[in-house]
């Protein structure tokens, strides 16, 4: 039987995603997060239901990563399940409020998404661009095809594949300097490392590569 949890006082900044307080001690026993940088600490849940009324997020221990341990007792949650596509055409249904507080790339990004990919990989494409949004403001920029950059640091680099329904991922820094935090295969991709996203159980892994690539400003 699954240990079941509470996080009280929970804001919900967004639909899927959330703010709470939580020692640093206390997020490291939900996994051993390689990413240490900044105030806030980062969780994705993946068990999970919340009541806005009691501003509770009740959870699975087994349902639960930490991909980064911050300083302050700050979280961010994330959904990576992110029940975006409800209808049966396979169009993910995005909430206004959502639309709103992304970039125009980072729209585009998702719009291609649902226009690309399958409906398990939407799920997967979502949850990596919230993933990144919490930790890093910026946008999107779309390229000559289905390749986007991040602006304005541009330390990742998405492409979509939808002939084999993956996304191929080029961050900013040499195979040696990943492979100490790396859980998804990495390669060579002229200096910088490439590796790719098969599914949304790729995300959390995903997140923890993209957030250990080399930043201009740091």
Known sequence: MALR?????????????????????????????????G???????TKHRYDPKARELHFDADGVSAINIGTDPVVIGLDVNLDKVKDKSGKSAQSDENERSLGHGDKEFLRMAEKEMSIPMQRASIA??????????????KGKSRNFSD???????????????????????????????AK??????????????????????????????????R
Not at 128 to 140: E, I, M, Q, T
Not at 154 to 181: A, C, K, M
Not at 187 to 215: C, M, W, Y
């Open 5 to 37: 949890m509470t996080a009280t006082n929970v804001h919900e900044i967004s639909e899927g995603l959330w703010s709470f307080e939580m020692p640093p001690h206390q997020v490291r026993h939900f996994g051993g997060a390689q990413s240490s940088v």
């Open 39 to 45: 105030a806030r600490s980062v969780m994705i849940f």
């Open 128 to 141: 990596l661009l919230n993933g990144v949004r919490a930790r890093s403001p910026g946008d999107l920029k």
């Open 151 to 181: 602006t304005p640091d541009n330390f990742w680099y998405v492409i979509f594949q939808p002939r084999i329904d993956q996304l191929s991922i080029t961050v900013r820094g040499s195979v040696d300097h990943f492979e100490p935090v």
């Open 184 to 217: 998804l295969p990495i390669k060579d991709d002229r200096g910088n490392t490439l590796f790719k996203v098969t599914s949304e159980e790729d995300v959390p892994a995903a997140l923890q590569i993209i957030f250990h690539a080399k930043r201009k400003n």
